[in-house]
């Protein structure tokens, strides 16, 4: 996707391909998490690891309007 060395497309694929595995929205993708939740798991603080930058970076996706970004991946899986 880019020649970006910071960039890891595989990071696009993860949001949608993995599922939340717990709270409110357990057993959703990550990409279809509500913007509110992610505002304000993003004020609680995101939880540490892998998930964490997960629901960061689709935060981040959400509040800068780029879902279209994840539209292709999402058809594919």
Do not use: H
């Not at 929205?25 to 004020?43: A, T």
Request: aromatic share 12%; glycine share 10%.
């Amino acid at each position: 996707m880019s020649d970006n060395p910071f960039f890891n497309s595989a990071i696009l694929t993860e949001l949608v391909t993995t599922r939340m595995p717990y709270g409110r929205y357990k057993g959703l993708k990550i990409c279809d998490i509500p913007e509110p939740y992610l505002v304000w798991m993003s004020q609680k603080g995101f939880p540490k690891g892998k998930l964490g930058m997960l629901l960061g970076t689709m935060y981040e996706i959400k509040l800068n309007g780029l879902e279209y970004l994840l539209k292709p991946l999402k058809r594919n899986y």
